[in-house]
Structure formats: C-alpha cells, structure tokens
C-alpha cells in the first residue's frame, strides 16, 4: 500500500529535516515512545540513518498472546538524490520478535512543496496468524507515519 503526503515545503527544506537526529528523536518522544536514539552517517551521495525506538503498542487479542506491547525497533533507513527527488529506503526489525517491515519512500517537488510518498511491505514468518500480523503491522505503521507527517509539518511551519 502507498500514501502520498503532500506538504507546503521544498524538498531540501523536508529531507534536511528528515535526516536530522535531533528532530527524529524528538518526534520519537513528542509522540510517546519510551525512547529513542538516531544516529545519520553519510556514505558517498547516500544519508544513513540508524535509529533504535522503544515503544509501547496497543495489541488486539490475538497478537497480545504472541507479543509483549512493551517493544524495541531497529530501523535503518538510507536516502539519496536523483535528479530532483530524493529516494529512500528502511528496513525495521522488533527485537526478538520474526516480522521486519521493508518502505519505499520519496520526496519529490510539486509545486510551491513536495509530495512524500511511502509503501510499506511486512512480512512476519509466524505459522498459521503471519498474515494477520502483517496487516496489523502495515495498519499501525499507516497510522504511525500520519502523526509523523503531521509532527513534521508541525515543525516545518515553525
């Protein structure tokens, strides 16, 4: 599934933030995770960014038997230009848990801003409910990114 954001800000305005480990912790904890740390590395013409996020998560039924709410997320998420745009990929993984979530994202200008377009691919290798999990998974992150966007546009606005 993909969603495209659009937001009143240049894309070099957008990225810069993006790609800032003050911002991607504070955003981390404005919206409630126990914690957070980033760290952003520059290799060539790409932007690295590693993240650990510890996180308390709402559950249904039947995940609640398989999970502990209380979870800690690695992410890494790599970003580099081409052309006018800006394409990214992340990878995050739930520590001790067999699910990992794969996103494509985008930044491209459009207009007076830019649109920010991101998919979201899980997989969960769990016998019988992986599927399930998946869905969950996708949903909260569709979820989770929408208080990220409007944090960002948020902060863009000053």
Not at 5 to 13: E, F, R, S
Not at 41 to 61: F, N
Not at 85 to 111: A, I, Y
Request: proline share 4%; net charge negative; glycine share 6%.
């Amino acid at each position: 599934m993909s969603t495209t954001y659009k937001l009143q800000h240049d894309v070099d305005t957008v990225i810069d933030m993006l790609c800032d480990p003050d911002f991607l912790v504070e955003r981390s904890i404005d919206l409630g995770e126990l914690s957070a740390d980033a760290e952003v590395e520059e290799e060539g013409s790409k932007i690295i960014i590693s993240m650990r996020r510890e996180v308390t998560r709402d559950l249904p039924k039947f995940l609640a038997k398989l999970f502990n709410p209380q979870q800690v997320l690695h992410l890494t998420e790599t970003w580099q230009q081409v052309g006018d745009n800006f394409v990214g990929k992340s990878e995050f993984t739930v520590e001790g848990q067999p699910v990992k979530v794969n996103t494509d994202m985008t930044l491209k200008p459009s207009g007076d801003g830019c649109e920010y377009t991101i998919s979201y691919k899980a997989k969960a290798d769990i016998p019988l409910v992986g599927g399930k999990v998946e869905k969950f998974i996708v949903s909260n992150c569709e979820e989770g990114t929408q208080k990220e966007i409007d944090f960002l546009t948020k902060r863009l606005a000053g």
